[in-house]
């Protein structure tokens, strides 16, 4: 009898629930009591949704961040937030944001809030988590109160629970010691709190507990792999039995020493190491459970559920009651309920599958397992329909486009001349001042603007009216600019739900659901386009917003495009081609849009690639073949220009130090990037890397409510400056700012604007 279980749920809610009361409670407009009772619910409502398998999550749930939870389980809390007291989630929050609410913080007396933890991603998915930080004198203390709450709340409701929590190698691994201590070094003290967490969990009623070692899918040096073997022999002896979850990719050279680790059972993500599954059965003890992950944690499409049986049964026959089957990893990356989506073309809906529709797709293959294929006739039939009509349906393939990608040359991704000489003519062109001003993209979506959007799309604002209320936004936007002082102005962005949305409404190829929401950090939540077919552009997607904005002022305007690699990463991608191929057929696409910018006259244009690490193979020796396209997709995006038009990118929160070679062929002429939580770390890859272009280190972490002052900004920059020539470096925020309030952002950026008029006075 195969055992389904489940590794992770979506916990933000089928509605955004968490979303909204998260940020009414950071508003003081609710009760820590009502965001607790919220959290409550919406665990009990999702472990109801997974009633059918033998064994629910618990401890997925955060309030924030499970890297964060776990943070706060072991103790480990950074010293700037150790000595406030009232709840600890306020003091939770304080890591993550910088703060909490308002009524809290008065009565902490810390009103000016604390430096948010460091955000980067989760491996290569767009989830940001809270990275943990270490020195040499870090102690760890358990605190398992969360997890004994949340497991009492299951056993009221006979949910037979698996406790979840991060394993500690990897726990150390996406750590950063904040001096230069060695984080392994910190391994011993680490792991007599994870057998204290683990008997507690026992003594709780917890008979498996999952513990995540993702890091087991990238490359290990012997230190690291003598790090498994220690943690595992010193907590083979806990009293409960442990399933070693790994997923996100194979394991290869890893994969025979990690099966054989002291555990209970091992879990295979067999999407992604589907070769790997008979290794992992040839070495696995016969004691020991393998789970398997049959159903993709990580995209939308519907599985073949008559192929995974064809090489499952085999697997099933060989292990009986040893096999478990669950999704590749936690469906936290996949929206929540499919049933929700009542205007989704009825045919791309039959295709696919949200986070119930998997656990239903897992429950079909467990019964099919179980007790015969006959038993699911049905659902088999109808699975089988669905895959056959997509493959053959005439929307998903486009002779003309696929032509198109096939002339792509390399002269297609070359400037004109070489960077120093368009530097030159862009310089004469624009005439700047030295640190330059700018800001990302957008700027807040304020209840105007979301009133207006929602208005429109119920039909309830026309055409018209919708237009003139996005340009009255545009307007004061620019108004805000004028007034602050800055040098390279934005339109703000009122018109765009979402920065790859935006362009997949325009483009053929792409559709779009209602409730497909997925939690990118803490309330922040995107709703990824399901990009199902070859990809063109029907008409120009920002060039009457932009020009617009640029007649309203005579300082320069930035065009805001999102690239090719960000639309193609943050989309639901289909799987029936080559990644790099969908890469190619977007950056075409976009390159006619920037091309119809210059055309308008717009002298500056930004091609944001915020997702371009994201999208690296978690093992380097398969970096470069994804480089190479992705690099190669800017370019074709970005080079059908004039010397004269200045290209930028962005790129935030992620490690660009290992890739800084690759960052430099894209060749855009000015790089703004995410450097404000992490003291300017990311400019160290400069000390050893001659980066040729211009570069505008974020000064303003945007993600936090906290305001920077202008001297921060100032020592910031003057870090910068020891890194990078002052005469390439501009001022600028690490992000849009579309999340935040005009009651933040308007200090915030004077503080910005004076401080570039110090480093003027003092640098240039």
Known sequence: ??????????????????????????????????????????????????????????GDFAFYDQVLDMSFTLGNLPERVRDFHGDALDNYFRVARGRSARSAEDHAHCCGGVAAGEMTKWFDTNYHYIVPEFTAGTQFKLDATRLIAQLAEARAQD???KPVIIGPVTYLAIGKAKDDSNRLALLDRLLPVYAELLATLAAEGAEWVQIDEPVLVTELDADWRHAFTTAYHALKTAPVQLLLATYFGQLKDNLEWAVKLPVAGFHLDAVNARDEVLVALNHLASHKVLSLGVINGRNIWKTDLDAVLEWLQPVAERLGERLWIAPSCSLLHVPVDLDSEEKLDGEIKSWLAFAKQKLGELTVLARALNEGRDSVKNEL???????????????????????AVAKITAQLGQRKSPYAQRAARQAARLKLPKFPTTTIGSFPQTADIRHARSEYKAGRLGEDGYRIAMQTEIARSVREQEALGLDVFVHGEAERNDMVEYFGEQLDGYAFSQFGWVQSYGSRCVKPPILFGDISRPKAMTVEWIKYAASLTRKPMKGMLTGPVTILNWSFVRDDQPRSVSCYQLALAIREEVQDLERAGIRIIQIDEAALREGLP???????????????????TANG???????????????FNDIIASIADMDADVITIETSRSDMELLDAFRNFEYPNEIGPGVYDIHSPNIPTEEYMVKLMKLAAERVPAERLWVN????????????????LTNMVNAA????????
């Open 1 to 58: 009898m195969a055992i389904t279980h489940n590794l992770g749920f979506p916990r933000i809610g089928a509605r955004r629930e968490l979303k909204f009361a998260l940020e009414s409670y950071w508003k003081g407009e609710s009760a820590l009591d009502a965001l607790k009772l919220r959290g409550a619910e919406l665990r009990r409502r999702h472990w109801q949704e997974q009633s059918e398998l033998d064994f629910a999550p618990v």
């Open 159 to 161: 949910v037979k629970a």
């Open 381 to 403: 039939a109808a699975n089988a329909a669905a895959i056959a009509a997509r493959r053959a349906s005439p929307r998903v393939n486009n002779p003309a486009v696929k032509a």
């Open 618 to 636: 978690l093992r380097k020796a398969q970096w470069k073949e994804y480089l190479d396209w992705a690099v190669e997709s800017f370019r074709i």
């Open 641 to 655: 220009v004039e010397d004269k038009t200045q290209i930028h990118t962005h790129m935030c929160y992620s490690e």
């Open 733 to 748: 925020p690490d992000c849009g700012l579309k999340t935040r309030q005009w009651a933040e952002v308007t200090p915030a």
């Open 757 to 764: 008029r110090t480093l003027r006075s003092q640098l240039a």
